[in-house]
């Protein structure tokens, strides 16, 4: 049987994770406003705040 406890920590990819969310998103968005124009956009983003927002309440 394998010793485990000489494994390094994991790396921490929070940064990581939060600006491929950005990358993403922003691609997303693009996407969005191409084929449906920027009202689309805005409502789809003032949606994901409201849902972050929900989720946050939630975890507190």
């Keep these: 049987m394998r010793n485990t406890f000489d494994r390094p920590a ?3 990819f929070t940064h990581a994770c939060v ?5 993403n998103i922003t ?3 693009i996407v969005i ?3 449906w124009g920027i ?4 409502a789809t983003g003032w949606l ?3 849902l972050i927002t929900r ?3 939630l975890r507190d």
Excluded: D
């Design 10 to 12: 994991a790396p921490n």
């Design 19 to 23: 600006v491929m969310f950005g990358v």
């Design 27 to 29: 691609w997303v968005f």
């Design 33 to 35: 406003w191409a084929i």
């Design 39 to 42: 009202p689309a956009v805005a």
């Design 48 to 50: 994901l705040n409201k």
């Design 55 to 57: 989720i946050a309440i």
